[in-house]
């Protein structure tokens, strides 16, 4: 079963950067594909930005293409999200994960706590 452990998030002004880490442990990391998901209180959680398990592809919805940037580290089984030109609208709580089916399909492993990302002025 896999953990994850989100960190990074904060209170940024619109035009702001913020870079999330997702630290995975308990699977074998490099052997799947991963996403950043968000979600508010009244929207469904959304898949953000998508990687495969060698990082050679991303995938990413047209409201973040152009201003967030997913990576990994497979040797640190670590997961990123650079987050650049945030909106308002991009405020939610970001969680990661495995992908079950390309690209915006959840895994099965359990959610970890995610971290708040808020823009605002």
């Known amino acids: 079963q896999g953990q994850f452990v989100e960190s990074g998030g904060g209170l940024v002004q619109p035009g702001g950067s913020l870079r999330l880490s997702c630290a995975a442990s308990e699977f074998i990391f490099e052997n799947y594909p991963m996403s950043w998901f968000r979600q508010t209180s009244n929207k469904e959680r959304e898949a953000v930005a998508s990687?495969?398990?060698?990082?050679?592809?991303?995938n990413y919805p047209d409201s973040v293409k152009g201003r967030f940037t997913i990576s990994r580290d497979n040797v640190e089984t670590t997961l990123y999200l650079q987050m650049n030109s945030l909106k308002p609208e991009d405020t939610a709580l970001y969680y990661c994960?495995?992908?079950?089916?390309?690209?915006?399909?959840?895994?099965?492993?359990?959610w970890g706590q995610g971290t708040q990302v808020t823009v605002s002025s």
């Open positions: 990687i495969t398990a060698n990082g050679r592809i991303t």
């Open positions: 994960n495995t992908l079950a089916q390309w690209p915006n399909v959840p895994g099965l492993f359990d």
